[in-house]
C-alpha cells in the first residue's frame, strides 16, 4: 500500500530534550517536505526537500533542522524543543516533475506536546 | 507574500442543502490552486489541483472553480460523510512552498 508513515503519532516531552519525527514513504517520490498545523494558522511549511541531500526552508523553519540521505526518508529534528513548538506535524511527499503542484500525499501527523 | 483566506470558518448544512466555500488568494503569479479534505485525526487527502482562471473540475458532489482572485468549492446534495475540514492552499511561480488557509470545517446533519 503507497503511503506515508510518520512516528511517533504522539509525543510529550519536556523543553530541551532532543528529539526527532520519523518521516518515510514508499512511493519513490522524490520531494519530501514538513508542515505543522496550529488552530487558527493552518498548515505551514518548515521545511522541504526536493531530492537526496537537497533540503531547503519553508516559512517557518526556526528551531527545527532536517535531513535527507535517503530518498525515502526525511526525518525532523528538534535540537532543542520549547514549548511554542506543541502542534500536530505532517509529513507530506509529492513525486517529481512539478514537485509542489502536484498531490501531496500526507502522513498521518505526530501530535507533539513540549512542557 | 502569498495568502491564502478561507471562509466561512464552520458551515453546518442539512444533507441536501448545497453550498459553497470560498477560498480567496493573493499569490503572484499563481502556480497552483490546491484543494484538500481533512478528516479529524488524519492528515490531508488531496481532492483539486487548478491551474488557470476558468478551470473546473469536478468529483462526486465537489466541484471545483477558480477564478483570478478566488476559488470556491461547490457541494451539492451533501450527505454526512462529506463532513470534514476542506483546505484550500495555493503556490506561486517563484517558490516550492505551499500556502494553506486554515479551512472550513464543514458539517452535513442527517
Known amino acids: 500500500e503507497a503511503q506515508v508513515t510518520q512516528n511517533p503519532r504522539y509525543l510529550i516531552t519536556v523543553t530541551g530534550k532532543k528529539l526527532t519525527v520519523t518521516c518515510s514513504q514508499n512511493m519513490n517520490h522524490e520531494y519530501m517536505s514538513w508542515y505543522r498545523q496550529d488552530p487558527g494558522l493552518g498548515l505551514r511549511q518548515i521545511y522541504y526537500?526536493?531530492?537526496?541531500?537537497?533540503?531547503d526552508k519553508g516559512d517557518v523553519p526556526e528551531g527545527y533542522k532536517v535531513s535527507r540521505k535517503e530518498k525515502r526518508n526525511f526525518p525532523l529534528i528538534l535540537e532543542s524543543p520549547s514549548p511554542n513548538q506543541t502542534s500536530l506535524y505532517f509529513c507530506?511527499?509529492?513525486?517529481?516533475?512539478?514537485?509542489?503542484?502536484?498531490?501531496?500525499?500526507f502522513g498521518p501527523g505526530t501530535r507533539l506536546t513540549v512542557l | 507574500e502569498d495568502q491564502v483566506t478561507q471562509s466561512p470558518e464552520a458551515l453546518r448544512l442539512q444533507e441536501g442543502e448545497s453550498s459553497s466555500l470560498n477560498c480567496s488568494y493573493t499569490v503572484s503569479g499563481l502556480r497552483g490552486l490546491f484543494w484538500y479534505r481533512q478528516d479529524p485525526g488524519k492528515g490531508p487527502e488531496f481532492l483539486f489541483t487548478?491551474?488557470?482562471a476558468g478551470e473546473e473540475k469536478e468529483k462526486e458532489r465537489l466541484k471545483a472553480t477558480l477564478t483570478k482572485k478566488e476559488s470556491f468549492l461547490h457541494i451539492t446534495a451533501p450527505k454526512p460523510e462529506d463532513s470534514a475540514t476542506y483546505l484550500c492552499?495555493?503556490?506561486?511561480?517563484?517558490?516550492?512552498?505551499?500556502?494553506f488557509g486554515s479551512g472550513t470545517r464543514l458539517q452535513v446533519q442527517p
Open positions: 526537500s526536493m531530492n537526496v541531500e537537497v533540503t
Open positions: 492552499a495555493a503556490t506561486d511561480t517563484g517558490r516550492r512552498a505551499l500556502t
Open positions: 507530506a511527499s509529492t513525486p517529481a516533475g512539478r514537485s509542489s503542484y502536484n498531490e501531496q500525499f
Open positions: 487548478l491551474y488557470s
